[in-house]
């Protein structure tokens, strides 16, 4: 293998970027991006009989494998881009990391195969992760990979601190947003969308990828990495919310999570253990309140 080495915030060396007027970082839609790739097709329609040939765009996914401290324990699918949000996201919402304090460094090496990502992490937290014995491989954003014991894969983190909830309308605000700012979603139909929002509705950051708990834990990679109030907003999120959705918001403090698609019954039952207020179904003009189940 050769690999490449770089601290990029992709971990690959062409991704053209622009800086939006809040200032994060945005892909520019009209050049070829390192998330997709392009692949010639047959279109057909009931309209047209015959197939036409086109040039559609393809979502990529590339196997990266996260290390610590020099040994690598999983590896995950995932969008090759803001690899070192995915790390540092992934790292504190699974409980590796209690504080981004306890992350020293990232380095990321690109090899044809795939993509290691090698962080350097507190000597403590690093005894902690070995005993846990995680080295499993993870699918495309599967909310449990790495995870060898029911215990861990049940964990359940603090009550985060009681907030009053965002208005419906705000809510309704950022859903009317969120495909202005899913630029990868328009070009390929095959990304989920994390965003995070100000108490008005207004999206202040979001990630792609597609991998639904990959987009979320670079959110929260990403809102770590600026400092942010998790009592200042809400995250709305383009898929249905799973428990480990709700898992990942409550263990950054977030009291808030607006799902465009239905929770389960125990993302449910794990909001109402940990204080997190629930919203699912949200659509234009409508949306459903989980948790508390009584507003």
Known sequence: MNPSKGKSTTGLPNKDLE????????????????????H?????????????????????????ALCYNGVCHLVMMVTPDYLEDFALGFSLSEGILESPGQLYGIDIEVHEQGIEVNLEIAARQALALKAQKRNLTGRTGCGLCGTDSLEHANRQPD??????????????????QLNQHQPMQQLTGAFHGAAWCNRDGEIQLLREDVGRHNALDKLLGALAVDGFDPQQGFVLISSRASYEMVQKTASAGISQLVAVSAPTALAVRLAEQTGVRLTGFARDGSHVHYCPPCL
Do not use: F, N, Y
């Open 159 to 176: 009550p985060v601190a009681p907030t009053e909830p965002v208005t419906d309308e705000a809510i309704q605000q950022a859903l009317s």
């Open 40 to 64: 010639r097709v047959q279109r057909w329609s009931s309209e047209r009989p015959q197939p036409t040939s086109a040039q559609d765009w393809l979502a990529e996914e590339t196997p990266v």
């Open 19 to 38: 800086v939006s007027d809040a200032g994060h970082k945005q892909l520019k839609p009209t050049k070829q991006p390192s998330q997709a790739q392009q």
